[in-house]
């Protein structure tokens, strides 16, 4: 008599010698490309949609984006005159929403956000013009560059004993 015990496994409606058969629509069951792509796509859109929530929105990350850049340009600035043992100017244009440090570094504050600078009136260049000087020793004239959107606002604040730049964020108080 022969031996019948791996006739299951032989069976093609069996899967490795199980005792119940397992349908050829059950055993190729998963994700298509599509789904998995779709899936992905929904996830990402969600991200981008609650970060932007949380950050407040676009206009919130270009307002942390312009005071950041705002900020590593005057340490850049303060660098400078350290570096080259001479005086260095970090200039801010509020009206025209522009700044320019020193080796040509420039740049533009988009024309939606509100600035208000506080300075030393010696160092300005012309009316309505802002700016802060350092020097060799890295002390400056020290100053203040706010930005604001709406009721959020962020404050650029530079010492005028060590020449420290702090970045703060806030609201806009009534």
């Not at 208000?116 to 560059?145: K, L, N």
């Amino acid at each position: 008599m022969a031996d019948n015990s791996n006739w299951q496994a032989n069976d093609p409606g069996r899967a490795d010698g199980a005792s119940h058969p397992v349908s050829r629509s059950r055993a190729q069951r998963g994700f298509t490309l599509l789904e998995i792509i779709l899936v992905m796509a929904i996830i990402a859109l969600a991200s981008v949609l609650a970060a932007a929530a949380m950050g407040g929105g676009f206009r919130g990350m270009q307002l942390s984006g312009s005071a950041k850049q705002i900020a590593s340009n005057l340490r850049f600035t303060r660098a400078q005159a350290i570096a080259t043992g001479q005086p260095q100017r970090f200039l801010i244009d509020p009206h025209a929403h522009t700044w320019k440090a020193p080796k040509s570094h420039h740049g533009e504050i988009p024309p939606k956000l509100a600035i208000a600078f506080i300075g030393a009136r010696e160092v300005q260049p012309h009316p309505g013009e802002g700016a802060i000087a350092f020097f060799p020793d890295g002390a400056s004239t020290g100053g203040r560059v706010q930005l604001s959107s709406g009721k959020a606002q962020w404050t650029v604040d530079v010492a005028w004993l060590t020449g420290q730049v702090r970045v703060t964020h806030g609201t806009v108080e009534p």
